[in-house]
């Protein structure tokens, strides 16, 4: 009888309960059985048949089917800590509400170190959909081999004289090289094509009545933002020389380009290349096709820009590094803004202003960073959609 019971509890296929049903049946024929122990079995098997004893994210992908409701290969994409669990749930909550309770795509979940059961338990019953949790390896988060440890700290000693944010901090420079190079390569993002990048203690404010990812498909786009804002040019100095140094050296990867003038090359760049103007789309936002990130072009120039070393002897952002390779490798009609988000990372908003947001939106257009003076750089970003006028 235990044997039976381990069985109707750790099984959910079809064969195991009908074994366990034919057995309870033998059973009862021979009056071995009461009635009432009957109920009770019977209830277990229907329990567990209907409602797994497993959590979602322990379920193997291929004996998962694609959800009848969201039909794109889509994530979204959490790399976060242990201890951000309160921010995530807010987070997971209002993407839950204005998005996924509708589309219902996975998350999968990223972390330098083990999830514990509490953030594996509690994000998992925040949501019905696949929830995915992976760990990183050392050639994702840590030093490359080919990295001056002694050199880096001196870097960072020298930054934290001049008062740069995060100018100490080792962990927030693998972070930054972990979006810039490796995330798109976790083996638990094998099977999507596109995503929807989630950070803790945000804030989404508008009802989406639409599948993005279904949207980004169809219009071809590769990459998607909605806060275009201004990097700290002393966490990047040498950055734009470095990306220039690598289009000029790599010609095959250069003439397979898009003409300048079908890119936002004007969206980084206010002086005709000279130097890097510091716009960049704010990535803590961001919904992306993987195959560009995938593609040749965008993992040479990553891998050219990881041994220059400029992650770890400055301070270079995931949030510029994307946004310069988006700018030059894509059309201009490959990147999309999107206006219909409301969201809110740390101070900046954006809140659409129109009317018809009005009935879709709880934020306060009032407060929309898109034109801020001296800090928004969504004005550049419209100027680069532009056509050249040619000197007229």
Partial sequence: MTLLLLLCCTSHTVEISLFVLRMITRL?????????????????????F??????????????????????????????????????IVSTMLQIEDTFNSKYQYPYV?????????????????????????GTLNDTMWGYPTFINQTYAAECRARMAEDNIPYATSESYRHMCRFQSGYFFRHPLLDEFDYYWRLEPYVDYYCQIDYDVFKFMRENKKKYGFNIAYKEHIETVPTLWNTVMSFMSSHEDITKTLPPRNDTLFDFVTSDDGITYNTCHFWSNF??????????K?????????????????????????????????????????????????????????QDE????????????????????????????????????
């Fill in 357 to 392: 947001f009005r009935s879709k939106c709880n934020c306060d257009p009032a407060i929309n960073f898109d034109h801020v003076p001296d800090l928004s750089c969504f004005p550049i970003y419209e100027a680069a959609l532009l056509p050249p006028n040619n000197g007229n």
């Fill in 109 to 133: 979940f990223l972390n330098n170190q083990e999830f514990t059961p509490v953030f594996k338990r509690t994000v998992s019953s925040l949501s019905s959909s696949r929830v995915l949790f």
């Fill in 50 to 87: 209907y409602y797994p004893f497993q959590p979602t994210h322990n379920i193997p992908t291929a004996n998962r089917k694609q959800s009848a409701i969201g039909r794109e290969k889509a994530c979204f994409v959490i790399l976060i800590r242990n201890e951000e669990l309160d921010g």
């Fill in 286 to 295: 961001e919904i992306g096709d993987l195959s560009f990130w995938r593609s």
């Fill in 297 to 353: 072009s965008y993992l040479a120039l990553f891998d050219y820009l990881d041994r220059s070393g400029g992650f770890y002897y400055e301070r270079w952002g995931d949030a510029p590094v994307h946004s310069i390779a988006a700018s030059l490798l894509l059309r201009k009609d490959e990147i999309h803004f999107f206006n219909d988000i409301g969201y809110r990372h740390t101070a900046y908003t954006h809140c659409p202003v």
């Fill in 28 to 48: 009862l024929k021979k009056q071995k059985l009461s009635l009432c122990l009957l109920t009770i079995i019977l209830l277990l098997v229907f329990s567990f």
